[in-house]
Structures are given as C-alpha cells and as structure tokens.
C-alpha cells in the first residue's frame, strides 16, 4: 500500500489490485504456494490438544475463558472442555477427562511448545517437564510437540476452535462453569455422531475401529490434584487464589495442607482432621464458610489471660501483687513488656535483694524497670560480693 501510495503521488495511473497482480507474476515480495505434505496417521496412534482463548456469557456476564480441545486423528473424535484459566492442574484434569472419553490412550499427544508441557526445547528437541512426563507414563503415551511455526501439523485441533466458537458458542448463555462443560460434553456427542464431508464417515462409526488400538486406561486412576501449603489466618480462614475457605477456629495460626482437585479443596491439619469445600473456579475473593465454622451469636467462648506473665509472676512471688498492679497503671512501656522484664527479674535474682528493692521503689512511686534493675544490681554487689580487706596482706 505504501509503494502504491508513492506511485500515484509520482502520476502513475493504475489501481492497487494491478500493482499486486504485476508483483505477483513478476515474483516482486510474493512466494508461490508450496503444495502441502499429507500426514497418514494409523489407529490409535496419535490425540492432538491445544487451547484457545474465547468469550462466553456466564451467569449474565461476559467472561474470557480457555477452551481447551483434543481430537483422535484417525477418527477425528472431538472433544473439549472450558476453563477460567488453563494451567498445569488444569492440563491433567482435562486430558484424564479427555482420555476416559475417547475411553483409551493413543501412542503420542501432540501439543504447541506451551509452557504447561514444555520444559525447555521445542520440536523434536522438546523436554517436557516431568511432572507432565510422569503422568503420560501413567497412561501410556507420550508428548510430542510441532516445530515453531509449524501449526498445521496440528491442523485437525486447531481447526476445531473456529467450529466450536462459530456452532457452540454463538447464541449460548450458561449457568455457570459445571454447566457449561456438560453441555459442552453433550455437543461433542452430538458432533461426533454426525457424518463429516471432509472425511466422508461419521467419527463414531472410525472411533469404532481405533477404539480397538487405543491403549486401555488403567484400573484405577488416581484424581488430579495440586498440593500447596497455607497458614490459617486470624479469622479462621485459609486464602487460595484469593478465595477464603472456612476452618474450625481451633486451627488458628496453625499451618495447614491444600489440596486443590477439580471440583474440591481439602484442607488437612493432620492425619485426622480435615475439611472439605466445594471448589471456586475463579479467582472472586469471596468468602466460603460451612456451618458448622460459623460461631453462634451471642455465645462466646472463655477469654484468654492477655497477661499470662502476670500469672507467672504471682505465682513465684505472691508478695510482688501491690506492685504489679501499680506497675499496670503506671509503666511507660506495653504492658506486655513490662510484665515480661519484671517475669525475668523473678527468675534471676535472688529473692532477698529483688524484694528489698521493690519495697523501695514502691515506697518511692518508682515503676520505671530499668531504674529498679539498677538498684536490685547494687544490692546483689553489697550483699553477695563483699571481700576480705586483709586478704592482700595475708597473701
């Protein structure tokens, strides 16, 4: 357009759509089509996966979201799900639920470099990370990623998003997330009962005959989760990904384990207590509370002492009462403080002299503990430190 504008300006006469042409046959910054390669892919040999970003309307509200797809290549069978967010969690929770589906595991999943798989490589080179190693290992395949720039080698998913968007989506408001994917599942029947030009068969009827390679799934699979470690915080609620979730209030300040699964999150402070909670998708700070964390109103439970040192001092020296109390009224120093330095006087000094300097710093109106330290040091020196004058002479 640029080259065109400067032509015109220097009184050339011709049209945008000739100057293209002319660039075309003359091969000026314009590459011929190269034929594309075919790719055969047997039975059960290979599931393609990728995501996409969309919109959708749910509860009454426009939300971004993740679609993410997976598609049998021989069959073509198709199936997706829909999340807030597409991390690792979220990976494994939808290619289990991707491979109960399909109702086995094919050779290799094909993917496009993301950093949820990938841990460093790209290509043939790709290392995936092993968290994500392992649970292929679980099943039976193993992942596989395109080159950089090379998206058509996963033509058959990506090609899917532009069919979702255009036929699930357009025109369909939700609920919320569980019903959105339910009724995502329930299209993916649907489609893939329906015959395909570009395949001339209806998947179901191919899926039939791959079903037959697909690796079985093992007996039992264990559910997908995210462990993570959080502090209950001082009004009995444990953060995760800025939703709060209840706890007993006994488990205050105690450091607890989170469970995080698809749908709950278990929050464990031992072997034998736990609590459980119907998981948020997003990220909404609210606030989820079970009855029974709740307090009932109007009952209160026993305040405890705010002066526990108080109790240690009176307990050593019941004699020091006058003086704790005008300690209270009086100091310059939290309270806290004050009772915890008297608590060390206490337990330091001998008896004779810390009483015979409290008796005169009272006498006095002296509260200040610095000043009484003083004074308790002076006669602990006169009184337990005197030493014989003639002591040199006998030497």
């Not at 009454?60 to 290549?73: D, E, N, P, W």
């Not at 993916?188 to 005959?209: F, G, S």
């Not at 005197?386 to 006998?394: D, P, V």
Request: contains cysteine.
């Amino acid at each position: 357009m640029r080259v065109h504008e400067e032509l015109t300006a220097g009184g050339a006469q011709l049209s945008y759509a000739a100057l293209t042409a002319f660039c075309r046959r003359h091969g000026i910054g314009y590459q011929p089509p190269v034929p594309l390669g075919h790719l055969d892919f047997p039975p059960g040999k290979e599931l393609q996966h990728d995501t996409s970003p969309h919109e959708v309307e749910l509860g009454g509200k426009k939300r971004k979201m993740q679609t993410a797809s997976s598609v049998l290549c021989y069959s073509r069978m198709l199936f997706f799900q829909c999340y807030p967010t597409f991390q690792r969690l979220d990976c494994k929770v939808f290619l289990t639920e991707a491979l109960r589906y399909m109702g086995g595991a094919p050779e290799r999943v094909m993917i496009d470099n993301t950093h949820v798989v990938v841990l460093r490589g790209s290509g043939r080179d790709m290392v995936p990370v092993p968290e994500m190693a392992v649970f292929g290992e679980r099943f039976g395949f193993h992942f596989v990623a395109h080159a950089i720039g090379h998206a058509k080698r996963s033509a058959y998913v990506e090609r899917n998003f532009d069919f979702i968007e255009r036929n699930f989506l357009a025109g369909r408001t939700f609920a919320n997330w569980e019903d959105l994917n339910q009724r995502a599942r329930e299209w993916c029947d649907k489609v893939n009962a329906t015959y395909k030009k570009h395949i001339r068969a209806v998947p179901r009827e191919l899926y039939a005959v791959e079903r037959l390679h697909l690796k079985p799934l093992p007996v039992w699979i264990p559910e997908v989760y995210r462990l993570q470690q959080r502090m209950v915080d001082v009004e009995g609620y444990v953060a995760l990904h800025t939703n709060r979730y209840s706890v007993p209030a006994d488990w205050i300040g105690r450091r607890v384990e989170v469970r995080e699964t698809k749908d709950k999150v278990e929050i464990q402070l031992d072997g034998r207590r736990m609590v459980t909670h119907r998981r948020i998708w997003e990220a909404e700070q609210q606030r989820i509370t079970l009855p029974e964390h709740r307090p009932v109103r109007g009952q209160q439970g026993p305040r405890p002492d705010p002066h526990p040192e108080e109790k240690a001092i009176l307990t050593a020296a019941p004699e020091l009462i006058g003086y704790v109390a005008g300690l209270k009224k009086r100091s310059r120093k939290l309270i806290t403080l004050a009772l915890r330095q008297l608590l060390r006087f206490v337990r330091e000094y001998p008896r004779e002299p810390l009483m015979g300097a409290v008796e005169e710093a009272t006498r006095y109106g002296l509260y200040d503990l610095d000043r009484l330290e003083r004074m308790i040091l002076r006669r602990v020196a006169n009184e337990y430190f005197l030493l014989n004058e003639g002591s040199e002479e006998n030497d």
